[in-house]
């Protein structure tokens, strides 16, 4: 059997696994101190937004059903939200956002409060990043973002599904401290620590991330290949690109309203 060993100072993470009496250091990711990810953009804001908004969504081909986007939270305000976009704690440290709302389709809303539901007698709410994003924003993302690092981002040429008020970002909190709950890798991080698969991190990371996807897939909704916190839900084709603001979303009828009752 071989002999497995870690170095490194007393009361902090190995720096090395030895095994055999070879010496393998640890990787250390950006981010994994708690910090948000952030990568350098490859334009000023004032210029992507420039960009963005001369742009046009792509033409698609319909029918599709009509959008119905609502607030989220005005359905079950246990849903918390700590949406990135709206601040500049995030991966592009840019506001996009006016407001920290989180819009989806009022089917996958139905859907993510069954979610968050489910999760409850485990101790754990859902606590959202992202929802509806406008295709603007997408063009932005896409714009400021290194070729190599792409595959984190939405190609706007195809439109995001976040775009169709059908995808949503979230992770969990922990209902009796109001706490994020610490997964493998951060939300919006480049890199393979974001995978669903992903391996490393600790048992409980691995858990977490596991409870969130089993609760999310239960009710309609399918974890994206390379993000743990992106979760697309089921029609999403039925839905039409969007690139309204939130106010003219908010501007255009009332948000509140019931929910169809899905069993």
Known sequence: MAKVSFEGEPNTRPSYLVIQGLRFPRRVFDGEDGS????????????????ALSAKPPKEKGPFERSELVEVTTFDPTIHRD????????????QFYSQPLAFLQ????????????????????????????????????WEATPSHQKLFVANPAQGSRHNR??????????????????????YDEFSERAYPAY??????????????????EREGFKVYEWE??????????????????????????NTKGQLPNHK
């Open 36 to 51: 948000t990810f952030t990568i350098t953009p490859l334009k000023p804001a004032s210029e992507l937004r420039r960009i």
């Open 83 to 94: 949406i990135r976009y709206a601040s500049t704690n995030n991966f592009m440290k840019m």
């Open 106 to 141: 009022k089917k996958a809303a139905a859907a993510l409060v069954r979610a968050n539901a489910a999760l409850k007698p485990y101790g754990y709410g859902l606590l959202i990043h992202d929802a509806y994003r406008p295709w603007y924003v997408t063009k932005m993302f």
């Open 165 to 186: 008020g059908c995808a949503v970002d979230l992770t969990l909190y922990d209902l009796a401290t109001g706490d994020p709950v610490e997964m493998v890798g951060g």
């Open 199 to 216: 391996p490393g991190g600790t048992s409980l990371q691995r858990w977490h991330r596991a409870l969130l996807r089993a609760a999310m």
């Open 228 to 253: 743990w916190w992106h979760f697309d839900f089921t029609g999403w084709k039925r839905y039409p690109i969007g690139t309204k603001t939130f106010e003219e979303i908010l501007g255009g009828r």
